[in-house]
Every structure is written in C-alpha cells, then in structure tokens.
C-alpha cells in the first residue's frame, strides 16, 4: 500500500475549522468514546463505559450536546470509527451514526478506528519521532487485529493496512523498538518481542480518552478535503483471517518514512468475526 501520513490533532482541527460542527463517535471497545469540534477547537468530549452501546448512545449524546450547548440539528458532519474492534459494538454505533445522519440531513464520515487510537495514543503520549507504533486487539481464534505506524515529525505514517494475524508470526517479524497499543494482547506481543532483546512500551486502550476526539479530527479533515462517504457505504472494518506475508521494511538510517508491506485479503461485511 501507498503510506499515508496522519497529521497531529491540532492540524487537524485546523483543517476542519471551516465546518459546521463535527461528531465524533466510537464504539469499537467497551467504552464509548465521543466528541464535538467547532470553530477549529474541541468543544466537549467523554468516554463512557457500557455493557449495551444501544442503550447508552442516545443519553451519552444527549450529555456531549448539552455540554457544548449545541443540538442535533446544529451538526454538520458525522465521523463514525468503523474498527476493527468488537463487532456488536461497531454494527451498533454505525447504524446509530447512519440513523442520525439520515434524520439530521449531516454529512456521514467513516474512519479506520486503528487511525484514531493510534493518533490518541501519539497526543497523550512522548513517543520519539521515528519509533515504530502497533495497534494490537483481540480478535479470537488464536489471532489479532494488527496495524503499523511510525511517528514522524507532523504525525504518523501509516505503514499497514488493519489485518488479523497469529500473535507469534505478528512478534516474530518486528524487528526494532515499538510501542504497541492495545487490549490484554498488546501485552502478549509485548512480551515476545521484548524477548529478542527489543525495547518495548505498552500503552492500553481503555486509557486513551481520546478517540472520539480523533475520529472527529480525521473525519472532519476528510471531509473539508472534500472525502465523505455515501451513509450505505460505511459498515464495520471486517477482516478476513488472511494467507499473508508480513514484511516490513528495515528502518532507514533517518528511521522516518519506512514502509511496511502487509499482503492481505479482506472482505466488508456484517458477517461474525
């Protein structure tokens, strides 16, 4: 794949200052993660545990618009995080987002939610520039879910698409200093890859407060570039368990700008994981 770099939040905002309120919503975990932009600042935001997204989305919105005294009607654009991640949460905060979206006549905007928690994880944290980044989540059956990045001066560089692969095969091919963000199997791939003598940081989802913030920053930036998505387009990030390779490259000697390569297969669907 072609690399794409992820700007910092404060460019983002930047970006999106022109539009109209921005949503920013994310059920990918068990917390939801939500967010407002205006005005090219961050005007509320929350995280909110809950056993049913059903059941808590509508009072979680109703306290974030209250928050920034603004209502539906007021909001422009709809970014919604679209995984991987747990997949009865996902299907649950899409459909809410396309709900919405068709009621409030907003734009509806989809975004990779491993963008977002790895851009999270960058704000919230000094991760020196040229380190290398993976997202790491459970997605059962022996495997995980799986992207690379690396921090360069005005963000990240996506190195990876998303891809479900064997925790072991994932550890045994990276080869330098990463920092792995995720669940419980963060810390297992931690644990192999810091024992080939590699320096290793974990940073855990569930203390990032800040991915409805992100998913709102890199929605709102697509869509002021003039990216949206047609509402029956966007569904949970399915990926088919996949006969890969997983290459990346070594660090240049400036240790920005490298490329993974990830061969992959993948599938859109609302089918189970």
Same mark, same amino acid.
């Given at each position: ?12 905002l930047?970006?999106a ?5 921005v ?8 917390i /939801?993660?939500?967010? $407002? ?6 005007t509320?935001s929350?995280?909110?545990? /809950? ?9 979680a ?6 928050a920034a005294?603004?209502s ?7 970014? &919604? ?21 068709? /009621?409030?006549? @907003? ?25 290398m980044? @993976? &997202? ?27 891809l ?15 920092t ?13 890859? &810091? ?12 203390? $990032?407060?800040?991915r409805?913030?992100? &998913? ?9 570039r ?18 890969? !390779? ?11 700008? !490298?490329?993974g ?8 669907s609302?089918?189970?994981?």
């Amino acid at each position: 794949m072609t690399s794409r770099v992820l700007c910092r939040v404060n460019r983002l905002l930047e970006q999106a200052a022109g539009l109209r309120p921005v949503l920013g919503l994310d059920t990918s975990t068990s917390i /939801a993660s939500l967010a $407002l932009l205006a005005g090219g600042k961050i005007t509320a935001s929350l995280e909110r545990p /809950a056993t049913s997204h059903g059941a808590a989305l509508p009072a979680a919105l109703d306290d974030l618009l209250s928050a920034a005294g603004l209502s539906v009607r007021d909001l422009g654009v709809i970014a &919604v995080g679209t995984g991987p991640g747990s997949y009865t949460g996902l299907r649950i905060g899409i459909s809410y987002a396309k709900g919405l979206a068709m /009621a409030s006549g @907003c734009a509806l905007v989809g975004v990779p939610g491993f963008d977002a928690i790895a851009l999270a994880a960058l704000e919230r944290n000094n991760i020196d520039e040229g380190r290398m980044v @993976c &997202v790491v989540v459970d997605a059962r059956k022996g495997e995980v879910y799986a992207a690379l990045y690396r921090v360069v001066a005005d963000g990240l560089e996506k190195l990876s698409e998303e891809l479900v692969i064997a925790l072991k095969h994932l550890a045994s091919q990276i080869t330098e200093d990463v920092t792995f963000v995720g669940d419980e199997r963060a810390k297992d791939a931690a644990a192999l890859v &810091v024992s080939r003598g590699h320096r290793v940081a974990v940073l855990e989802i569930g203390k $990032l407060d800040l991915r409805g913030v992100c &998913v709102a920053a890199l929605g709102g930036a697509d869509f002021a570039r003039g990216e949206t998505d047609r509402a029956a387009s966007i569904e949970p990030l399915y990926i088919r368990t996949p006969e890969a !390779t997983f290459k990346p490259t070594s660090k240049s000697p400036a240790g920005i700008g !490298t490329e993974g390569v990830w061969s992959i297969e993948r599938k859109n669907s609302f089918g189970s994981i």
